[in-house]
């Protein structure tokens, strides 16, 4: 098996969570033998969300690509961003990385089309609701895209940077978020929820009261993972 090397720290909670779920999910796959090699590096959320809110992409992709090489120093051989976000530069980093990068979004596209979903609707943060990434690959699969309101994504990007990625997960921000998810529902049509930040899926637990499937990009995101590490 591969060394899987993980850009962790974007944010500390997600990164645990995607600790847990690559060691169970390769028990799944290769019970009875032991436990996966795994380099984890985990860098400033802060540093990398300021970069991406004053635009400096080059700087962000300069910053990614150092940590990533990093990685391979420590023996990593394939790797993961843990955190949708910084996919907006993956083109260039995958591009220039030294080694293979798995992405989040093409991992959820393939996902989407696997379900047969054709209106689909996206939480994350505002650079991820914002950006033409997600649209990019889910476009090629015939799958439309659905943002919530300019309202709404400013109430998601505020709780997400404010609570969730330092940790906390209040009841009362799970509520407004499924309320979203609700109208989104009855008014534009979605047929999905795609949970892209990694931090959702740890507080969207439950889609019960909406009766849509949530995609979680944590859980999609691993399970690509560990095929490439497998390959």
Excluded: W
């Excluded at 799944?28 to 809110?53: E, M, T, Y």
């Excluded at 990593?76 to 030294?98: M, Q």
């Amino acid at each position: 098996m591969k060394v899987i090397g993980m850009i962790g720290g974007i944010g500390p909670e997600s990164t645990i969570d995607y600790y847990k779920r690559l060691l169970a999910g390769y028990d799944k796959r290769c019970p009875n033998q032991g436990l996966p090699a795994i380099v984890i590096n985990s860098i400033d959320v802060k540093k990398a969300l300021a970069l991406v809110g004053a635009n400096q992409l080059r700087e962000l992709t300069d910053y990614f690509l150092d940590e990533i090489v990093r990685l391979a120093r420590a023996g990593a051989e394939c790797g993961l961003l843990s955190a949708n976000t910084p996919h907006i530069i993956f083109d260039e980093l995958s591009r220039r990385s030294p080694l293979p990068l798995v992405s989040i979004v093409e991992a959820a596209g393939a996902e989407a089309k696997r379900m047969g979903l054709k209106r689909i609707g996206l939480f994350g943060t505002r650079f991820t609701m914002q950006g033409q990434f997600y649209p990019a690959v889910f476009s090629r699969e015939g799958i439309a895209l659905i943002v919530p309101t300019a309202e709404e994504q400013t109430y998601i990007h505020v709780k997400y940077v404010n609570e969730l990625i330092p940790g906390k997960f209040l009841d009362t921000t799970r509520e407004g978020l499924l309320k979203i998810a609700r109208r989104m529902k009855d008014h534009e049509g979605i047929e999905g929820l795609i949970l892209g930040g990694t931090e959702l899926p740890l507080i969207l637990t439950d889609n019960s009261s909406v009766a849509i499937p949530f995609l979680d990009t944590t859980e999609i995101h691993v399970n690509a993972v560990l095929e490439e590490a497998l390959r």
